[in-house]
């Protein structure tokens, strides 16, 4: 029996072929006759080019010459196809031996198949995404856009309203009596406060339509704000301390608001007779800036922590707390602009602190 | 002279500046074309040639951008001293950038017209 002394390399998991220099199949084991998809028998003594026509063309073939012909080994991942038509994927290594080139080979079909699976799943799922945020960015400019005319539109009626109201006053005065009057009083309060739910509205659907990051001094910024607020810290006889703060990239006027917005709440719902006291902190976390607005105010209870950044929504009545019901959901749309979150920690009657994140741009 | 489409709020303009005792005259228009015949038509008019335009923004076939980039070919004699743009809504960012692109507008004021404004554009402007 020729070249009996390969015959420990039968029955391993790793095809074992050698091809003499005529291209004959001088040894094959069990694992290459399954790879081939051919027996032993009919491989041993026939030629390469016999058992798989054209196969002088293949790039392996080159590497095979070189290795026969110079001595050049070689490791490469052959792609196979087999005459029913079926592909495999083979990790070939060859190198020279007397008898000619011994090919080593590793079936990674199926690992082959699995990589070409997960690129085309990943592929796929790529596109649903980016499908999804086309779609996702024209509904949301939709709303945006639905906001604005509905809050623009809606005011010219409204004006209507108020200024036949007006009309009604100035002129028809001797004609009404008290409670006409009063009633006329009414109307025009009430259409006021729409006129400024729809502003707020509007403002709301406006926030970050102009998109330019500016450098922010965000220490500046706050001593701007409390410039602002000026009188209502005076009033108040708030203290007000800023921590240490960076510099970052961020929407400067609607950061500005979000700060305004924080700290004249924090006074607002200060405590009775208790002088307000509000902490201004900023902390780094990872890839985020974190700042917190502390205050010593009335405090809110947790079932109320998601309802307040809501549209509209109010804890108080007008009478106690005056406010329009958009000031935080503006908040939370400003820090989620920012890629950040917005949340609050409160104990009643001890105060709330308002924590919330900025990625950095 | 008052170009807006809504009826009412010239009808309500046209209070607001004759109860002001600042005018001998107000023409409401209803839309740009109107105005500009009205505007081109100066010799036939005797005196009532305008000296101050509110102009409306939303209105519909020709706004108040389309009707100012009409007025902007008008010959010198047939222009106003002032125009005043007039906005539904307050301070929209889009609406003054639009504005500054034309050299004619005079100022931006939000609706309605009041009594303190017409002051305030006859202090700034005449």
């Given at each position: 029996m020729p070249f009996s002394k390969y015959s420990i390399l039968d029955n391993i998991i790793e095809g074992v072929q050698i091809i003499s220099a005529d291209?004959?199949?001088?040894?094959v084991n069990e694992t290459v006759a399954q790879h081939g998809k051919a027996s032993k028998e009919k491989l041993i003594g026939r030629t390469m080019m016999e058992q798989y026509p054209g196969i002088e063309g293949t790039e392996m073939f080159k590497f095979l010459k070189d290795c026969m012909s110079k001595g050049v080994p070689h490791q490469m991942i052959n792609e196979f196809d087999f005459h029913d038509g079926s592909k495999g994927y083979f990790e070939l290594r060859m190198q020279r031996v007397d008898e000619g080139v011994l090919i080593l080979s590793f079936d990674v079909t199926k690992q082959k198949q699995l990589e070409q699976w997960l690129q085309n799943t990943n592929a796929l799922l790529d596109e649903k995404v980016n499908q999804r945020t086309i779609e996702l960015t024209i509904k949301n400019s939709e709303l945006e856009q639905f906001a604005y005319i509905a809050s623009h539109d809606l005011q010219e009626p409204l004006r209507t309203v108020s200024n036949y109201v007006q009309i009604l006053q100035e002129d028809c005065a001797e004609q009404l009596d008290a409670s006409a009057s009063k009633h006329l009083i009414t109307i025009h309060m009430a259409t006021k406060r729409m006129s400024n739910l729809l502003r707020s509205l509007l403002e709301f659907s406006r926030l970050g339509r102009n998109k330019t990051l500016q450098h922010v001094d965000f220490r500046k910024l706050i001593l701007d704000v409390n410039t602002d607020l000026e009188n209502l810290i005076k009033n108040s006889g708030a203290v007000i301390s800023v921590g240490n703060m960076p510099h970052l990239n961020v929407?400067?006027?609607?950061?500005?608001?979000?700060?305004?917005?924080?700290?004249?709440?924090?006074?607002?719902?200060?405590n009775k007779n208790v002088c307000p006291k509000i902490e201004i902190s900023s902390e780094q976390i990872n890839d985020k800036w974190q700042f917190c607005v502390k205050d010593n105010g009335i405090g809110i209870e947790p079932k109320h922590y998601k309802k307040v950044f809501q549209i509209f929504q109010r804890l108080h009545s007008g009478k106690e707390y005056e406010g329009d019901g958009?000031?935080?959901?503006?908040?939370?749309?400003?820090?989620?602009?920012?890629?950040?979150?917005?949340?609050?920690?409160?104990?009643?009657?001890?105060?709330?602190?308002?924590?919330?994140t900025i990625s950095k741009f | 002279m008052l170009i807006d489409d809504n009826k009412d709020d010239n009808f309500f303009h046209e209070r607001v500046i004759k109860k002001s005792g600042y005018a001998n005259m107000v023409v409401p228009?209803?839309?740009?074309?109107?105005?500009?015949?009205?505007?081109r038509n100066r010799h036939n008019n005797g005196n009532a040639h305008p000296d101050l335009i509110f102009l409306d923004i939303n209105m519909p076939g020709m706004n108040g951008w389309e009707f100012l980039e009409e007025y902007?070919?008008?010959?010198?004699?047939f222009q106003c001293p002032v125009i005043v743009v007039m906005l539904t809504t307050s301070d929209s960012p889009e609406d003054k950038a639009k504005a500054a692109l034309f050299n004619i507008v005079s100022g931006l004021k939000s609706k309605p017209l009041t009594i303190e404004m017409l002051d305030q554009i006859l202090e700034e402007y005449f």
């Open positions: 291209w004959r199949y001088v040894y929407y400067e006027p609607e950061i500005r608001q979000l700060f305004q917005k924080l700290i004249s709440n924090a006074i607002k719902f200060r958009i000031g935080l959901a503006n908040c939370k749309k400003i820090v989620e602009l920012h890629g950040g979150k917005i949340w609050i920690d409160s104990a009643i009657g001890l105060g709330s602190t308002f924590s919330f | 228009k209803e839309n740009g074309m109107d105005a500009l015949e009205y505007l902007n070919n008008l010959d010198k004699e």
